[in-house]
């Protein structure tokens, strides 16, 4: 599976259609030995299927100007499954993925907060929290503490994969290149 997973090109960690032992579903149905649903899987194996999620990600950030703002380049993609048992890959972000890519590459998550209350002379006196996001790095947005002008950047390109064992526990790996 993992060398299926690492680059170029990422091809699905679970291939049913080109299964080591041969035979395929089509056997086992024929000789009565399994019940099958439409997509030619046993609800067994369906579930360790759709149990299995997939990012490919490219992530870089660092501070580029003396006031501390920052630049990121957050590209990522989202392998999974459907419903007929077809491989396919959706935009996604590393950001705003979920909770399991952060632990996965060594990261956190981190709460985003909005202003939900001003005082009279426009300072925040209650700030709200809206969402998370995942973090990749020392701390702050983008990665980064200390002086403004830290031109240290951060990189994390590779695979992360979450998968179900065959007890129904989750797994998460991260495989970087």
Same mark, same amino acid.
């Given at each position: 599976?993992?060398?299926?997973?690492?680059?170029?090109?990422?091809?699905?960690?679970? %291939?049913?259609?080109?299964?080591?032992?041969?035979?395929? /579903?089509? #056997?086992?149905?024929?000789?009565?030995? $399994? *019940? @099958? &649903?439409?997509?030619?899987?046993?609800?067994?194996?369906?579930?360790?299927?759709?149990?299995?999620?997939?990012?490919?990600?490219?992530?870089?950030?660092?501070?580029?100007?003396?006031?501390?703002?920052?630049?990121? %380049?957050?590209?990522?993609?989202?392998?999974?499954?459907? /419903?007929? #048992?077809?491989?396919?890959?959706?935009? $996604? *972000? @590393? &950001?705003?993925?979920?909770?399991?890519?952060?632990?996965?590459?060594?990261?956190?998550?981190?709460?985003?907060?909005?202003?939900?209350?001003?005082?009279?002379?426009?300072?925040?006196?209650?700030?709200?929290?809206?969402?998370?996001?995942?973090?990749?790095?020392?701390?702050?947005?983008? #990665?980064?503490?200390?002086?403004?002008?830290?031109?240290?950047?951060?990189?994390?390109?590779?695979?992360?994969?979450?998968?179900?064992?065959?007890?129904?526990?989750?797994?998460?790996?991260?495989?970087?290149?």
């Amino acid at each position: 599976m993992i060398r299926r997973i690492t680059p170029f090109p990422i091809e699905p960690p679970l %291939q049913l259609w080109n299964c080591p032992m041969g035979g395929g /579903s089509g #056997g086992a149905a024929i000789a009565g030995l $399994a *019940s @099958f &649903g439409p997509d030619g899987l046993t609800p067994e194996v369906r579930q360790y299927r759709d149990g299995i999620e997939l990012y490919h990600i490219k992530y870089y950030s660092r501070t580029r100007n003396q006031d501390g703002s920052y630049n990121v %380049q957050d590209i990522a993609e989202s392998g999974a499954y459907d /419903s007929e #048992g077809d491989f396919y890959w959706s935009r $996604a *972000s @590393f &950001g705003h993925g979920p909770a399991w890519l952060a632990g996965a590459v060594g990261g956190r998550r981190e709460p985003v907060e909005k202003c939900v209350s001003t005082s009279s002379d426009g300072t925040c006196r209650r700030y709200e929290t809206v969402g998370y996001t995942n973090v990749y790095g020392s701390t702050g947005i983008g #990665g980064f503490t200390g002086a403004p002008t830290s031109w240290t950047p951060n990189r994390l390109r590779g695979v992360a994969i979450r998968y179900l064992d065959y007890q129904g526990n989750e797994h998460a790996e991260f495989v970087s290149y």
